[in-house]
């Protein structure tokens, strides 16, 4: 019996999501390992291989990514080094995945994507809140028909803002808090209404509240996709509270609400504290807090280095793709170009690729509503049952396009 494949990683970052990675890494498949990590400054790469058993460190990124002894990179690194570290990868011709945002811009993304497709290597977007287990189960509902037509998705990631100098910092960062959080929004939305369908134009707002910066500190976007349903998010470095990560799906037959931090169903008041961290971007450490009882999981990481690391052994492309990361650059492009412009904006896609494949195919159109024909060629709206026990349908006459309704039992 053939013994199941294993990854000697190099790790590029050993900031806060390199730590995450390397978690999830060692985690749930088990057999893959960081085998060199690099960060800056020396002291960080050092303390981070102590601290996870990883054999070589260096601060050096050509030399991490061109180690002889690793076959996957991956990168987790400020947004102005993505590019970069992409390139080397496909140089070495190695598989390479790429923390959100892919890009700074579309154009910075498309370089990046036309790279690893000229070298022919294994290539994953790492938009972990695609694989949060209860977002899994709602496109898996959505994609087997339980909502009838998606005709609304709303993503919202809100928190106080950024924890390292860099994000706040428009060049190195390219953009607020729409790119650092819209992206996984716009990525959400896309999931639920449809990979196979195509984003055509953004309306978005946003501004610079709180915060003494260059960029956004809020946004807020509408996405109108090609079938006429709508995405919707909502973004902001100014919340208070901690991290609030919601979503709420629309559709002919049904509705999804998912909350993914905070109010999960686990609070707790600790007068003393637990003595440290409690959740990523907690905004308190006594009195009500809001723990994660497993973080590398709930937000994704787990499941998405299982897809992405099976996807590559099994030769199929994983559930979030560079091609991905480029739409989502290409819809935020186009939010930027409507908050200055104040209309609505197309989003420019270089080509368009519905694709093939899991997580592709469009929203199921099964019709779920309950509008349908009635007696006489009418057609029925609505049907209610009232606080009087009798049911109302309201019907229209396609003849006069007049509107009315019958009560019965
Ligand atoms: N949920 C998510 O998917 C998620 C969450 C947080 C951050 N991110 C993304 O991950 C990336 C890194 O964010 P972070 O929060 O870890 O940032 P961070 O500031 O915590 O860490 C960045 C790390 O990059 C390394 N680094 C910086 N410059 C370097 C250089 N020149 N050479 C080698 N290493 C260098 C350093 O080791 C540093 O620790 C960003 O693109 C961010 O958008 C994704």
């Known amino acids: 019996m053939n013994s199941p494949k294993s990854h000697r990683i190099t790790l590029l970052g050993t900031g806060l999501i390199g730590r995450f990675y390397c978690q999830a890494l060692h985690s749930r498949r088990s057999r893959d390992r960081v085998h060199v990590v690099c960060g800056v400054p020396e002291e960080s790469a050092a303390d981070f291989s102590r601290a996870f058993g990883i054999p070589k460190w260096t601060t050096d990124m050509a030399e991490a990514v061109r180690d002889p002894e690793t076959d996957t990179v991956i990168v987790g690194l400020p947004n102005d080094l993505h590019a970069k ?4 990868a496909a140089e070495a011709g190695k598989a390479v995945l790429c923390t959100k945002p892919l890009g700074r811009s579309a154009g910075e993304a498309r370089s990046m994507l036309e790279a690893v497709e000229r070298a022919g290597v294994f ?21 087997a028909g339980a909502l009838g037509r998606v005709l609304w998705a709303r993503s919202r990631e809100t928190h106080g803002g950024p924890h390292s100098a860099w994000f706040w910092d428009v060049k190195r960062a390219g953009g607020g808090a729409i790119v650092d959080l819209g992206c996984h929004c716009i990525e959400v939305i896309r999931t639920f209404i449809g990979k196979g369908v195509r984003p055509v134009e953004v309306m978005a707002v ?37 991290l609030d990560i919601r979503d709420e799906v629309a559709g002919t037959g049904g509705t999804i609400w998912l909350n993914h931090f905070l109010r999960t169903g686990f609070e707790m008041f600790t007068a003393s504290g637990l003595g440290g961290y409690v959740a990523e971007k907690a905004d308190a450490e006594k009195g009500w807090i809001f723990p994660s009882g497993d973080e590398l999981t709930e937000l994704g990481y787990a499941d998405m280095f299982a897809d992405m690391l099976d996807a590559m052994e099994s030769g199929r492309p994983a559930v979030e793709t560079f091609y991905d990361g480029y739409v989502v650059n290409a819809v935020m492009d186009a939010c930027y170009r409507s908050a200055a412009s104040r209309r609505w904006e197309p989003v420019e896609l270089f080509e368009w690729r519905p694709g093939a494949g899991h997580g592709r195919e469009p929203a199921v159109v099964a019709d779920g509503a309950s509008a349908g024909s009635g007696e006489d060629g009418c057609v029925l709206i609505k049907t209610e049952r009232m606080p009087d026990g009798t049911v109302k349908r309201i019907l229209r006459d396609p003849a006069t396009g007049g509107i009315f309704q019958e009560i019965g039992k």
């Open 85 to 88: 570290a992409v390139q080397l």
């Open 206 to 242: 946003s501004d610079t509240l709180v915060h003494p910066i260059d960029a956004e500190d809020s946004g807020i976007g509408l996405i109108r996709f090609e079938n006429r349903a709508i995405g919707q998010f909502e973004v902001a470095w100014t919340f208070r509270g901690g």
């Open 123 to 143: 290539a994953g977007y790492l938009e972990d809140l695609c694989y949060t287990p209860k977002t899994l189960k709602a496109a898996a509902s959505i994609r």
